[in-house]
């Protein structure tokens, strides 16, 4: 993986936290979402094309 490509992950998995964390403080989903949204987040894995 090159630079770019491990910056635009590092990016992708910056506002999924965030976004991840709006929902739950509009509570939008509740406290047990969040943390499984959490895990898929830091254990996802980008697309093939993009490895």
Do not use: C, D
Request: hydrophobic content about 35%; aromatic content about 8%.
């Amino acid at each position: 993986m090159n630079l770019k490509a491990k910056m635009k992950e590092a990016n992708e998995k910056i506002w999924l936290h965030y976004f991840n964390q709006e929902l739950y403080k509009r509570k939008i989903i509740g406290e047990t979402e969040r943390n499984k949204m959490a895990v898929k987040i830091e254990t996802r894995k980008p697309p093939a094309r993009e490895r």
